[in-house]
């Protein structure tokens, strides 16, 4: 069991920067590979990158690459979002699956933080 908690969300204008922060407790942190996913109103929640249980793989969403970067250190893993857009406007969603890589599949996930709104203005 694993609890996520996510912060680090608010109001930023286009081309700003934001770090969100997930916070994870309850187990070995080493023992699941993570994850951030986004969900604007309206739309479904999306991949936007992962991590694998060593840190030595990630991946990010194709459209995003360049511009958002995932690590980790100790209990928590982050997400750096420069160069930010109005349509990057979503709750953001931290995820943890208890395996070494992350799953193809949004359900495979284990896992699920409360999440936290990213607003970028225009």
């Known amino acids: 069991q694993v609890q996520l908690v996510e912060s680090g969300g608010g109001l930023v204008q286009a081309g700003g920067s934001l770090r969100l922060s997930c916070a994870a407790s309850?187990?070995?942190?080493?023992?699941?590979?993570m994850g951030w996913f986004r969900q604007a109103p309206g739309k479904e929640r999306e991949f936007v990158a992962a991590?694998?249980?060593?840190?030595?793989r990630t991946e990010y969403a194709d459209s995003l690459k360049g511009r958002f970067t995932i690590d980790n250190a100790k209990n928590t893993v982050y997400l750096q979002m420069n160069s930010l857009k109005p349509e990057d406007t979503a709750v953001y969603y931290c995820?943890?699956?208890?395996?070494?890589?992350?799953?193809?599949?949004?359900?495979?996930?284990?896992?699920w933080g409360q999440g936290t709104q990213v607003t970028v203005s225009s």
């Open positions: 995820a943890a699956v208890f395996r070494s890589t992350w799953p193809a599949r949004l359900t495979q996930w284990d896992y």
């Open positions: 309850g187990s070995t942190f080493r023992s699941y590979a």
């Open positions: 991590m694998s249980r060593s840190g030595g």
